[in-house]
């Protein structure tokens, strides 16, 4: 049986209960209002981050004014030397043999044009074989091709690795923010969401520029990867409509 000092202690804690629950919020009140008010916006947040976390930032950011300058740079050249190889293509197409379309220009400054033209001059004694020529040739044009997609495709390969690691660098930088929030969490005693909210949400917004910057890496990435499969198989097209003229001239007798 309960004696009735057990029934006194009992009353003395209801008594004194309800003011101790209704401290505790009053406190953690006081706390916050202590604080000084927190900004944050995005920039507010970096401002008040730890180093680690603007540093990771900083890099971020540096990452995507890299993918949007490659994304300049490489667009302007895909759009000239596609264009470019566009004419050659329809110069050599339109020619009846190579030396018709070697008085194009512009088709005349096509490295498969010169490469043809160098072939022919170097195989002058033995244009009878007329199939070991055309196999020479095709192999000079075979590495001119993975020459030129080599050469389109160069620059890109930032844009892949930005992709690949930038939500990764993000992610550091946002336990590296938490794991100090959680430090501080403790050295103040307090679980207030007014006290951890700040740190926690500067901690996330490593992530948000990681993923600011890795999204359109690896979308330009794609684009251009599909732009220069288009560019060589155009350059694949020239290189097949020279070799018919090659193939023509050599059945005709003709010399280049």
Same mark, same amino acid.
């Given at each position: ?6 029934? &006194? ?10 003011? /101790? ?5 009053? &406190?953690?009140? $006081? ?21 680690? #976390? ?5 890099? /971020? ?5 890299? %993918?949007? %300058? ?11 030397? %596609? ?6 293509? $329809?110069?050599? *197409? ?19 044009? &010169?490469?043809?033209?160098?072939? /022919?001059?170097?195989? =002058? *004694? @033995?244009? =009878? *074989? ?7 040739? @095709? ?25 690949? %690691? @930038? ?33 926690? @949400? ?8 990681? /993923? ?6 690896? #979308? ?11 560019? &060589? ?13 090659? =193939?023509? *001239? ?7």
């Amino acid at each position: 049986m309960i004696s009735s000092f057990h029934f &006194r202690v009992l009353r003395v804690l209801a008594a004194f209960t309800p003011p /101790l629950l209704l401290a505790a919020p009053a &406190r953690a009140g $006081e706390a916050s209002a202590l604080l000084p008010p927190h900004d944050l916006s995005p920039w507010g947040m970096f401002l008040a981050a730890d180093m680690v #976390v603007k540093a990771v930032i900083v890099g /971020l950011m540096l990452a995507s004014i890299a %993918t949007w %300058t490659v994304l300049l740079a490489k667009s302007l050249e895909l759009r000239s030397r %596609t264009a470019a190889q566009k004419r050659v293509f $329809e110069a050599v *197409d339109a020619a009846r043999t190579l030396a018709d379309a070697a008085s194009d220009d512009e088709a005349a400054a096509s490295p498969l044009i &010169r490469a043809a033209l160098a072939e /022919l001059e170097l195989s =002058s *004694d @033995a244009l =009878s *074989d007329a199939e070991g020529v055309k196999e020479r040739i @095709a192999s000079r044009f075979n590495r001119i091709e993975a020459a030129l997609g080599r050469r389109m495709i160069r620059g890109t390969g930032v844009l892949a690795t930005i992709g690949a %690691t @930038a939500p990764f660098v993000g992610l550091f930088g946002t336990v590296w923010g938490i794991m100090n929030s959680f430090i501080g969490i403790a050295a103040a005693q307090t679980t207030n969401l007014a006290v951890v909210a700040p740190g926690i @949400a500067e901690a996330l917004l490593a992530t948000a520029v990681g /993923l600011v910057a890795a999204i359109p890496a690896v #979308v330009i990435y794609n684009h251009f990867a599909r732009r220069t499969a288009a560019y &060589r198989a155009l350059v694949g097209d020239t290189s097949a409509a020279v070799l018919r003229l090659v =193939s023509r *001239d050599l059945s005709r007798g003709v010399r280049g």
